[in-house]
């Protein structure tokens, strides 16, 4: 089992910023792969970054490549998620996971462990 805690959410203006950050209390994130997902209103749950924890490997859906990313904190043990030029599309509830998984992890289901999200809204 592996507990994740989300922070860093909340409500930005159109074009803004936010940084979001994953902690795995008492423990480390050790091979396992980290993503963050979220998931809109009335939308299912979507991909957003993933990183490869051995190799720091990076990927990123479409609809934030350029603009948002993932990187580790060795100081912290954490996983954040650096998020610029937000819009009102990015609006939703952000969980970060666990895959157990080996490569790229872009589906929901290659998820594990969950966090409990932490809401980022966006108005224009």
């Known amino acids: 089992q592996v507990q994740l805690v989300e922070s860093g959410g909340g409500a930005v203006q159109d074009g803004g910023s936010l940084r979001l950050s994953c902690a795995a209390p008492?423990?480390?994130?050790?091979?396992?792969?980290l993503g963050w997902l979220r998931q809109a209103p009335e939308k299912e749950r979507e991909f957003v970054a993933g990183m490869t924890w051995s190799t720091e490997n990076t990927y990123y859906a479409d609809s934030v490549k350029g603009r948002f990313t993932i990187s580790r904190d060795y100081a912290k043990n954490t996983v954040d998620l650096q998020m610029k030029r937000l819009n009102s599309e990015d609006t939703a509830v952000y969980y970060c996971?666990?895959?157990?998984?080996?490569?790229?992890?872009?589906?929901?289901?290659?998820?594990?462990?969950w966090g409990q999200g932490t809401q980022v809204t966006v108005s224009s």
């Open positions: 996971a666990v895959s157990v998984f080996g490569g790229e992890s872009r589906r929901e289901r290659e998820y594990a462990y």
């Open positions: 008492g423990r480390t994130f050790g091979d396992y792969n």
